[in-house]
Nanobody
């Protein structure tokens, strides 16, 4: 079992930056592929970014366009999402998720564990 707890969300203005963190406890963190998803009000959850077990490979959704960076620190059991140049359309609840494989990372059904999420609100 893996427990995931996100933090770092908040209310910011357009153009600002935020860094989200997802702390994992339980089984070996480095055994899992980690991803970030987001869900805006009234919309489905969508994939944002993924990072493989070692941190050597990443994958991003197209709308990220170089603004977001996913990273991980296996010694701290934590995955991060650095978000720069935030836009109002980035407003959503951001959740981290864990799974064994780096295949089909945008597929929500592939994930075994989810955090509760952290709210990010970007004002114009």
């Amino acid at each position: 079992q893996v427990q995931l707890v996100e933090s770092g969300g908040g209310l910011v203005q357009a153009g600002d930056s935020l860094r989200l963190s997802c702390a994992a406890s339980g089984r070996t963190f480095s055994s899992y592929v980690m991803s970030w998803f987001r869900q805006a009000p009234g919309k489905e959850r969508v994939f944002v970014a993924a990072i493989n077990k070692s941190g050597g490979s990443t994958h991003y959704a197209g709308f990220v366009k170089g603004r977001f960076t996913i990273s991980r620190d296996n010694a701290k059991n934590t995955v991060y999402l650095q978000m720069n140049n935030l836009k109002p359309e980035d407003t959503a609840v951001y959740s981290c998720a864990a799974q064994w494989s780096f295949v089909d990372v945008p597929n929500t059904s592939a994930y075994d564990y989810w955090g509760q999420g952290t709210q990010v609100t970007v004002s114009s």
